[in-house]
């Protein structure tokens, strides 16, 4: 009798721990999922911030018992967090954290193609192009073309043309990115006709009249000053060696002669400013007209396309 009343408390313990523990844990998964809700609210909003320590709580309460089939998609998020407020070392630390954590992830390239852009976008384009070949090689459908066209605008900064028209090259003829890609190629092909001056020309133009390299290189008011500080040093000097005066025409020549070599150099100068500028320029053009963004949209990932004529 002593040891069956035992029992039966034991029983009545146990079940009643039992009853506990899954309505703390229902109690707690049920507080998760409101905090996920709420961090999906925030990054909505874009209060990217908020939502990173929304996102953060959200795992930590997942992290015990079973795993939440979100947890995932909350590190993904956290990523994303810091690529739209721009916080580059910070996103590429958590892309690199989802893609060490989760290899099999379904997400997994996605972020890959992520992380790509971030690198691109903070100017780290070693690691841009080593990320975007990485998907290249994989040969993975609906990313491989974007990481090509990725891969294009890495070389496009670097004004590598023969490599910017390798990559779209390459890209597939059935991807949605074709059109773009072929149109950005014929455009790129016009950098061969960009008026370019020579900087042998705009120093020896200085060399024989000064002022007249600026006017080569479209400097009007660098081509006028140049002319008449030099030719005011000229004349001033020629009049004092006509006047006997040698002493002070060698000190007027001396300066003059300086100002004379800063002509030459200054003319050169314009010039390779003049062939960056168009450069410049047809780079930023070609940037501003094919553009390219990626998108998470409920059916999945998706492509953003600006193409200005």
């Not at 001396?254 to 003049?274: D, M, P, Q, R, T």
Request: hydrophobic share 40%; proline share 3%; with cysteine.
């Amino acid at each position: 009798m002593f040891n069956r009343n035992y029992a039966f408390i034991f029983i009545a313990i146990f079940v009643l721990y039992c009853t506990f523990i899954h309505r703390a844990w229902g109690e707690s998964e049920t507080e998760a999922e409101h905090v996920f809700g709420f961090a999906e609210s925030l990054y909505e909003e874009g209060d990217y911030f908020r939502a990173i320590g929304e996102y953060k709580r959200y795992i930590y309460l997942t992290s015990s018992g079973s795993t939440s089939n979100q947890t995932e998609k909350a590190t993904f998020r956290i990523s994303e967090c810091y690529f739209h407020a721009k916080r580059w070392t910070e996103a590429i630390d958590a892309c690199n954290q989802f893609l060490s954590k989760y290899p099999a992830s379904p997400l997994y390239f996605e972020m890959l193609y992520l992380k790509g852009r971030i690198e691109k976008l903070s100017g780290r384009y070693d690691d841009a192009l080593h990320t975007f070949d990485l998907i290249v090689i994989a040969n993975v459908p609906n990313y491989q073309d974007k990481a090509l066209y990725q891969k294009a605008l890495v070389m496009l900064e670097r004004t590598n043309w023969q490599a910017v028209g390798d990559a779209l090259r390459q890209i597939n003829q059935g991807s949605p990115l074709f059109p773009i890609a072929s149109a950005f190629a014929i455009e790129m092909e016009k950098n061969e006709y960009l008026p370019h001056k020579s900087p042998t020309t705009a120093g020896l133009l200085a060399a024989v009249f000064p002022g007249a390299g600026h006017l080569y290189a479209e400097r009007h008011r660098d081509a006028l000053v140049a002319f008449l500080l030099n030719g005011a040093f000229i004349l001033g000097a020629t009049e004092l060696f006509h006047h006997d005066n040698y002493a002070a025409g060698g000190i007027l020549a001396f300066f003059e002669l300086g100002w004379y070599s800063g002509n030459i150099y200054s003319a050169v100068s314009s010039v390779h400013k003049y062939n960056r500028d168009k450069e410049t320029n047809f780079i930023r053009k070609l940037k501003d007209n094919f553009s390219l963004a990626f998108s998470r949209e409920a059916g999945g990932p998706s492509i953003i396309i600006s193409h200005r004529f």
